[in-house]
């Protein structure tokens, strides 16, 4: 399944829209702006909350956090130590084998693998108003958890951004 996810033009918090491949909306993500973990919630298209995406504020390296309702444990989404040209991130949900997200120097492609196998693709537009990441997922898989590591790898690149001064969107992470 293909996706994409793309930032609000004007916005005061981590807001993006999800579309399918027929570019309509998937989910809806409401990031709230004063939050001091980057809150964001994932809504399906009635309105019904399927995910909450946070920051864990005592970590070394970005540590998010995303709780699915009705699941138990939060699946947590984490960058590991590693080279700043190929940051790696690790995306483990309780009772699932650990999921892999690596990316180029430039932070702007990244694949997400098991056991070695590529489940997923993340590239971000180079040329955009607003941070757009195309998101092609392979068949099986579970969309909403790859989706909702999109959002915690694209709030990270934001932060980055601002705490480094650079204006318009992601950078080296």
């Known amino acids: ?65 995303v709780d699915f309702p009705g699941v138990p444990g939060p699946t947590e989404v984490h960058q590991r130590f590693s080279s700043p040209l190929s940051p790696k991130w690790t995306i483990s949900q309780p009772g699932q084998p650990d999921l892999e997200m690596t990316g180029n120097f430039f932070g702007h492609d990244f694949t997400i693998a098991r056991d070695g196998t ?13 941070d757009t990441y195309g998101v092609d997922i392979a068949a099986g898989e579970n969309d909403l958890l790859i989706l909702c590591s999109v959002l915690a790898l694209e709030a990270e ?11 318009g969107g992601g950078g080296i992470i």
């Open 1 to 65: 399944m293909r996706y994409m996810v793309r930032e609000h033009f004007f916005r005061l918090g981590e807001d993006n829209d999800i579309l399918d491949e027929q570019a309509q909306p998937a989910y809806q993500v409401d990031g709230k702006a004063l939050s001091l973990r980057s809150l964001m919630i994932v809504n399906d298209l009635n309105g019904n909350e399927v995910a909450r995406v946070h920051r864990k504020l005592a970590a070394l390296l970005p540590h998010y956090e």
């Open 118 to 130: 590529q489940v997923a693709s993340i590239s971000k537009q180079w040329i955009s108003i607003t």
């Open 157 to 167: 690149q934001d932060a980055h951004a601002r705490n480094s001064g650079i204006t």
